[in-house]
């Protein structure tokens, strides 16, 4: 039998995978830089190089049409819900591919229409018409990507996203170029401009220019190249212990394993795998501090954070991580020790029961999520079931040609299958009333996480009806959760950035530095650390830097659950306001004209704090 500290080990592992799945289809939906853009193909790979031959990758254009009965996990009956959309199954979407040859003329008439001087009207005419063919391609790779995840043996649909995917991010690169040369055209173009997509647009393909040096392009491949051995590495590498392989997977899926087998096998793992990707990131930090200093910054990180769109800075965050750990890490720390979540964990759900009564829930909330809820069950836009061939993930997309969101998930019977639901609704509702799609799309990633991270903690009165007599413990386990992502979001920041900042550190160093700060943030207390764990966060090799996005949204939204403890009617109001958020909006300015705080204010995290005290300690 499991202990209790097991059981929290199992669930964090539990975490990490929902955080790495949930990041590798949100940067799909990101229109990257030059600077990034073999990286993020190669990456978005991630789970094909596992898969098999990629030969079909390049291959010649042709019509590709695919017609998918996606399989529905229920049949629930619904009233109709008038949306002003329409209604559509993905059972009726079907896939052709984009005809990529057509928007590459388009790019190359919009230059030509440049070079002859033509009217700032004409230019933008023929720049919408341009952007008309981008959206429909960029909603295609939505729904490839979606009907491969359905059935990963399918090589035809695996091999057609990578296909579109890195035919895109060719794409991606020429659209930058005649974008950026449309709006230096003229005053003219660039006032109209200006008017028609945005200053924020038009600011950010400017500010794009300066990531586009040709001296760093071999250093990038060669990143890239490293990233996708590490990608390869990890998918393939298994434990030989005592005549017997084991694959992380193993380890963590065997419950006949004793407790202390358990942990001599993790942590075995964790070593052995450290010694082989370690040498990889060794040679990723040279080459990545060898681009920032060709780019003339002071150091990887800060290089990063601006590549990222993000208005904060290395040293912002440096303030998070110091009170992260001054005010989470002893709460968390002491729930840990005081909270007990056994009954909740020993639980089943059965999703029809959850799905029945999400529309109670959702009305209780507010009648916009009512709408979304309507929508989303009579249109049956989710699948939660479980078969051997589908993708092991959870994701939300967005189906532009068809304004539709769809949600994708496995329902086990787990209670974490209802707030990965609730979490992923979160997004549904952004993309039902505010979707930002295609070239001109400017989403703020940590904005995006407030989306769904504060539904989930915004419905705590609605626990009872999802839980029943398990609603306090389900609540608990939410904060808890929600402690990890603010400790490990920021420790896995600090780890970065001292690497970066120090990039002569030894593999050894590295792993000293890890269960340093894993004691620093309380972590090594309640799972312990051996400092070889961090080659397990995929992100620091492909997206490094990002990590600290997870701690930055899970603070608005943790203030969100304050305000809705004094005025529950405020809350859902500045929820929804910062839901239907402008394009590229700036995280500081949506929460403070929301009345939300400082994230990065000391006084902000103590607030957090108090509420989470006093929700453990009831």
Known sequence: MKTQQMQCFLKREKLLGFQRSEYYNKVMKIRFTKRMLLSAALAALLFLSACGNLGGLYQPESDVSVHYEAPLAHQIAQAEVETGRPNVTLSEMVYERPDLASMRD???????EIDAGKSAQELMN???????????????LSLIYLLYAFDVTDTENRDEYAYLQSAL????SDMQDVSAAMVESSDDASGLAKRALGERFVDSILNDEQYLDSTTQELENKDAELTLEYDNLCATFVLSDNGTDWTYDDIVNDMSLSNDEYY????????????????????????????ATRLHYSDYATYCYEGFGREYSPANARALHAAVKKYISPIFIDANDRVDTSDLDAASFPDDAFFGILPTVADAFSPKLREVVSYLLQNRLYDVSDSDVKMDTQFTTYLSDYRAPFIFSTWSGDPDDITTMLHELGHFTNYYYNAEVGNSS????DLAEVDSQALVLLLFDEYEDLYGDLADQARSAMLFDAMFSLLSGCMEDEFQQDVYENPDMTLNEMNDLYKELAVDYGLDEVYGYQGTEWVLISHTFQYPLYYISYAVSMVPALELLELSQRDAEAAKTAYFNILMRPQYAELGEELSKNGLGDVFADDTIARIADILETYLQN
């Open 442 to 445: 400017g989403e703020n990633l």
């Open 126 to 140: 023929a720049y919408r018409a341009l952007q008309k063919q981008y959206d429909h391609a960029d909603s295609m």
């Open 106 to 112: 388009a790019i190359n008439h919009l230059q030509s």
């Open 264 to 291: 001599r096998l993790y942590d075995a793992y964790n070593l052995a795998l450290n010694e082989q990707v370690g040498k990889i990131f060794l040679e990723q930090v040279a080459l990545r501090t060898e681009i």
């Open 169 to 172: 991010s060719e794409l991606d």
